[in-house]
């Protein structure tokens, strides 16, 4: 067990509660400010941009922290070289076949930005807008209520939605997400976050060593595009079954074809529990080194596992040491991908007065 964590004003802040400060600015002038926060042991540093998490610290099992999130320390690589780290996605999180799909017999075409698809939103998904952002300190949680506006016909989704993404640090620690959307017409959507998780610390090198656990007895397979074929498959005897703790490196180099496709782990998990009422305890990664372990619970039917297969050495980070592949993870928590053109997934659906509700909570130890 590691230290007891307390709940205090931020190490590097005479005061308590979220801190703005300028992080830079975009070629229009636009300001993108930055929000620090700390309660429990985590620290988080959120931007208006995207709502990016740009940095989210833990403690180790003898109280040392790191930067667990990779991300840059400029705007500028954000803006024009970012594979969505730590954003906010939307309209659609993952990717839907050809930015097509057909409602109450309309069919609509996206924005293409994957090849001959539509990948998290388009080309100018929710990740490359500015978000309003309010801090709150509430009880013995602090944290930050985010909004975004996108217009009917954006990125070539119908409907105007409004977007609302808290973000809280409870006096544990955990890291919760809500997600809140509305529209005037119906649409398709399907919100999440991006955060590329290496729990030895971001720039330390590969995650082949992380231990991992999915509750998933099934997976959804996909085409040489990504795009899931329609099956949800069994895991058993594949290296797509995590439902017992096994290190990502174990069976990450078997020549399974789902993994020469994709090289390596990018495919949307079916949670046993599917779609629950309140979030559930899905997956459980650990770096043995640190003993840092991160739980995930989430009240949605998929969850997205990639291996930051398409990190090439080209991006420098926070801590300015390169990127290469496999040095990051991601766990999106989601509906599954392509689901307007899937009618066996769950739907993705959003009709006027009705509210898109979805809750991930996050919770850190060592």
């Known amino acids: 067990m590691g230290p007891r964590r307390k709940a205090g004003p931020f190490p590097w802040e005479e005061e308590a509660g979220p801190v703005k400060s300028l992080f830079g600015k975009l070629a229009d002038g636009t300001k993108v400010h930055r929000w620090s926060l700390e309660n429990g042991g985590t620290r988080l540093k959120v931007l208006n941009w995207g709502g990016v998490v740009q940095g989210l610290e833990i403690p ?32 659609y999180g993952n990717r839907i076949a050809k930015g ?4 109450d017999g309309k069919s609509y075409q996206l924005s293409v930005n994957d090849g001959v698809n539509s990948l998290h939103g388009g080309k100018q998904g929710f990740d490359k807008h500015i978000w309003d952002v309010e801090p709150f300190a509430k009880g013995s949680d602090v944290g930050l209520v985010l909004h975004y506006t996108s217009i009917d016909g954006e990125m070539g989704y119908p409907g105007t ?37 290496n729990l030895a610390g971001e720039g330390s090198g590969t995650v082949e060593d992380h231990e991992l656990t999915i509750a998933a007895g099934r997976y959804t397979p996909t085409d040489t595009g990504l795009i899931p074929t329609g099956e949800l498959a069994k895991v058993s005897g594949t290296p797509f079954d995590f439902r017992k703790t096994k290190t990502i490196g174990r069976d990450i180099r078997d020549g399974h074809v789902q993994q020469v496709q994709a090289k390596g782990y990018d495919h949307n998990w079916v949670l046993d529990k599917g779609i629950t009422s309140k979030p559930e305890h899905v997956a459980t990664l650990r770096e043995p080194r640190s003993g840092r372990t991160l739980k995930i619970a989430t009240d949605q039917p998929g969850l997205q596992f990639y291996s930051g297969n398409f990190l090439d050495g080209t ?26 053109n899937h009618p066996n997934f769950p739907s993705t659906v959003l009709r006027p007065g009705q509210t898109y509700r979805t809750r991930t909570v996050h919770t850190f130890g060592a």
Do not use: M
Request: glycine fraction near 10%; aromatic fraction near 14%.
């Open 100 to 103: 097509q799909f057909t409602l």
């Open 315 to 340: 991006l420098t980070g926070t801590g300015g040491r390169t990127y290469r592949q496999g040095d990051a993870l991601c766990l999106e928590t989601q509906h599954f991908p392509d689901a307007p």
């Open 60 to 91: 180790d099992r003898h109280g040392h922290y790191t930067n667990v999130a990779l991300g840059f320390d400029n705007i500028d690589d954000y803006v024009a070289k970012t594979p969505y780290f730590g954003a906010l996605i939307g309209r």
């Open 161 to 197: 939605l409004k977007a609302k993404v808290t973000y809280t640090l409870t006096r544990h620690g955990d890291w919760i997400i809500d997600y809140e959307a509305t529209t005037d017409k119906a649409t398709v959507v399907n919100l999440t976050s991006h955060v590329y998780w």
